[in-house]
Antibody, heavy 119, light 108 residues
Framework: EVQLVESGGGLIQPGGSLRLSCAAS????????MSWVRQAPGKGLEWVSV???????YYADSVKGRFTISRDNSKNTLYLQMNSLRAEDTAVYYC?????????????WGQGTMVTVSS | DIQMTQSPSSVSASVGDRVTITCRAS??????LAWYQQKPGKAPKLLIY???SLQSGVPSRFSGSGSGTDFTLTISSLQPEDFATYYC??????????FGQGTRLEIK
């Protein structure tokens, strides 16, 4: 079965760091474009970051310089390292497969992991 | 950055109704548009890609149209399970990828 399972969310103080993980099954992370999308409580979807199959990475301006997307091919897992966290980073974080063959639509999503930044 | 604007922000309808949601891009995006459905507490689900292509497994009552700057998502005959929030997303020019603000479809 093709699926994504996120983990690593939680309550963290402002200025702190957290690493989210997204384990994939049924397909190979490194052969695909993979992305993180977040959703603040009661708000809409916000794209955060993408990593291409070739390894190039891109970020939303709101997280650039603070967040790092990466992957571990041996574990078939995607990561999001989040540093210098702010209250406005509070959101459910979803990992998603970003399909070139579907004109760059997100076809597989994880269940989401909640990150709460608060003192 | 390309801005995506959906209308209406919310709509009330009844089972069996035909509903249309509109998404407008701030500049032309050809057909690089996707539509998603999200239910409370759940991840979004891909419905339509390339503006009008139905994702595998999605009921045929969902359809998409448009190109350039104006797009529509139509549900031909609303079913109880269709009450949710719908988002459009452009992929013509990124980064950044951008989503519309969402349209909440409620039961009348």
């Amino acid at each position: 079965e093709v699926q994504l399972v996120e983990s690593g969310g939680g309550l963290i103080q402002p200025g702190g760091s957290l690493r989210l993980s997204c384990a994939a099954s049924g397909f190979t992370v490194s052969s695909n474009y993979m992305s993180w999308v977040r959703q603040a409580p009661g708000k809409g979807l916000e794209w955060v970051s993408v990593i291409y199959s070739g390894g190039s990475t891109y970020y939303a301006d709101s997280v650039k310089g603070r967040f790092t997307i990466s992957r571990d091919n041996s574990k078939n897992t995607l990561y999001l390292q989040m540093n210098s966290l702010r209250a406005e980073d509070t959101a459910v974080y979803y990992c998603a497969r970003f399909r070139r063959g579907l004109q760059f639509a997100f076809d597989i999503w994880g269940q989401g992991t909640m990150v709460t930044v608060s003192s | 950055d390309i801005q995506m604007t959906q209308s209406p922000s919310s709509v009330s309808a009844s089972v069996g109704d035909r509903v249309t949601i509109t998404c407008r891009a701030s500049q032309g995006i050809s057909s690089w548009l996707a539509w998603y459905q999200q239910k409370p507490g759940k991840a979004p689900k891909l419905l339509i890609y390339a503006a009008s292509s139905l994702q595998s497994g999605v009921p045929s009552r969902f359809s998409g149209s448009g190109s350039g700057t104006d797009f529509t998502l139509t549900i031909s005959s609303l079913q109880p399970e269709d009450f949710a929030t719908y988002y459009c997303q452009q992929a013509n020019s990124f980064p950044p990828l951008t989503f519309g603000q969402g349209t909440r479809l409620e039961i009348k």
